[in-house]
């Protein structure tokens, strides 16, 4: 997430607030496509939740921004901020 948030020059609490607000509507999204309730409304809205993620993870590895997004924990943070995403964290994604 650091990285995205230095690509969108975002400051360290609207990162913040952008993230909690990205996860709750990845959640709110979920949950409805979990309870049946319009499951092609839902699918649709996580697909292009999806592709916005994907496309924000492209922008930084062409960009090289530093900065890791936090997903593996193991690593210390001044590793996980020393190097850009990989084409391999944009696969996984």
Do not use: D, H, N
């Not at 607030?17 to 319009?38: I, K, M, Q």
């Not at 999806?50 to 993870?57: I, K, R």
């Not at 936090?70 to 990989?86: F, H, N, Q």
Request: charged fraction near 15%; aromatic fraction near 6%; glycine fraction near 12%.
């Amino acid at each position: 997430m650091t990285a995205i948030r230095r690509a969108l020059r975002m400051p360290r609490r609207q990162g913040r607030l952008f993230g909690l607000t990205a996860g709750g509507t990845e959640c709110v999204v979920g949950a409805v496509g979990c309870s049946g309730a319009r499951p092609v409304l839902s699918g649709a809205s996580l697909t292009a939740l999806g592709a916005v993620f994907c496309a924000l993870l492209a922008y930084v590895l062409v960009k090289r921004v530093p900065g890791g997004c936090g997903c593996i924990r193991w690593r210390t943070a001044a590793e996980t901020a020393a190097e850009a995403p990989t084409w391999r964290a944009m696969a996984r994604s």
